[in-house]
């Protein structure tokens, strides 16, 4: 079965501060992964996956094949950070399923 | 702007109706996912179609159906509305690896 696990529904840290949003995933096959965000009053929207290897925005994601974990980090929060965080599976037949998301709050 | 477009924006009714959503992908992409997102379920997904075919089901309820069209657009019926039916029901389209989401209908069952 596909799972996706954000075990933090809220994750608050001030400004300039190291954030990391954790994801595991239950899937057994070869997944790929998605970080989405959502901003306040706007669509979701893809951060970034884990086949680019890109870093948007200052966040980054490794995939873990072996904690099958795809944690969110940024080392230096920012204010505009602020939005909830989605982690994503695909697996089988292109499904496309979403964690419960992490609401990031930075303050000033 | 994503190019996925849900009408309406907010729906209202009462228990026991029945309503349709809509999503027009974004031109080209084959295939469209449907979502509820509540505040303590997060983003669920409820049914994916690809070029017109049911291609993955996920945790969508028997009083819910969906369809894809030939033009590509997709419709969520849902109907025997319940007050826990009330949420904001994303669809997203999309081709390869990355999905488009549109901003979602917000359904209200009173």
């Known amino acids: 079965a596909q799972r996706v696990t954000q075990p933090e529904k809220l994750l608050s840290v001030f400004k300039g501060a190291p954030v990391e949003l954790k994801c595991n995933y239950s899937y057994s096959g070869s997944p790929e992964l998605f970080w989405y965000v959502q901003y306040s009053r706007q669509r979701l929207q893809l951060l970034l996956r884990h086949i680019s290897r890109e870093s948007i925005k200052g966040f980054t994601a490794d995939l873990n094949k072996g904690e099958t974990s795809f944690h969110l980090k940024k080392p230096f929060a920012q204010e505009e950070d602020s939005a909830m965080y989605y982690c994503?599976?695909?697996?089988?037949?292109?499904?496309?399923?979403f964690g419960t998301g992490t609401r990031l709050q930075v303050f000033p | 702007d994503s190019g996925v477009t849900q009408t309406p924006k907010h729906l209202i009714t009462a228990t026991g109706q029945r309503v349709t959503l809509r999503c027009s992908p974004r031109?080209?992409?084959?295939?469209v996912y449907w979502y509820q997102q509540s505040l303590d379920q997060g983003l669920q997904f409820l049914i994916q179609?690809?070029?017109?075919?049911?291609?993955a089901k996920g945790n969508i309820l028997e009083r819910f159906s969906a369809q894809q069209f030939p033009d590509l657009h997709s419709e969520l019926n849902l109907s025997s509305l319940e007050l826990g039916d009330s949420a904001l029901y994303f669809c997203?389209?999309?081709?390869?690896?990355?999905?488009?989401f549109g901003q979602g209908t917000r359904l209200t069952v009173v």
């Open positions: 997203a389209s999309g081709r390869d690896t990355e999905a488009f």
């Open positions: 031109s080209g992409d084959l295939s």
């Open positions: 994503a599976l695909r697996g089988s037949a292109d499904k496309l399923i």
């Open positions: 179609y690809y070029n017109g075919e049911e291609r």
